[in-house]
């Protein structure tokens, strides 16, 4: 099951305790079962780990804050009190990444199809993705 209540409880902490910022991946990651590490190399894919990432897509859609989420999500998120100005927080960032691979994870086992589909789900860009995450995880390359 997806823990969404931990999404709106990030906000929370996330402003009570802000230099707990590497800790919300550690914390995010063991409420949704994901390894931590996943998305440490998701937020260096998506941003450099840049909390005020902001990209406008070919599609209209927008991709918000340091792990990119997509505008998409926002009606499921704003059930849980989170919208986008909450989405460039990024300890909320890291919890809502977690729900989102945790999502994928649960449609897709745990593979590396599960991690491309962060992204997309079209079987290209799937895989693409998947070996970019696979090469950062592998070399470590995402910042600490």
Not at 36 to 54: H, M, N
Not at 109 to 121: L, M, P, Q, R
């Amino acid at each position: 099951m997806i823990r969404p209540l931990t999404i709106s409880l990030a906000a929370s902490l996330s402003l009570a305790m802000p230099s707990a910022m590497a800790d919300c991946f550690d914390a995010a990651a063991v409420y949704q079962h994901v390894h931590p590490d996943l998305l440490r190399a998701i937020a260096w894919q998506e941003s450099r780990g840049r909390a005020t990432a902001l990209h406008r897509n070919v599609n209209g859609t927008i991709d918000y804050g340091m792990m990119q989420i997509n505008s998409i999500h926002l009606k499921d998120l704003s059930g849980y009190g989170i919208a986008t100005d909450s989405l460039m927080d990024p300890c909320v960032s890291v919890y809502v990444a977690a729900w989102h691979l945790r999502s994928k994870m649960l449609k897709y086992g745990n593979t590396w199809d599960a991690v491309g589909s962060y992204h997309s789900e079209t079987p290209a860009e799937r895989d693409r993705y998947k070996r970019s995450i696979m090469r950062i995880v592998q070399q470590r390359s995402y910042a600490r």
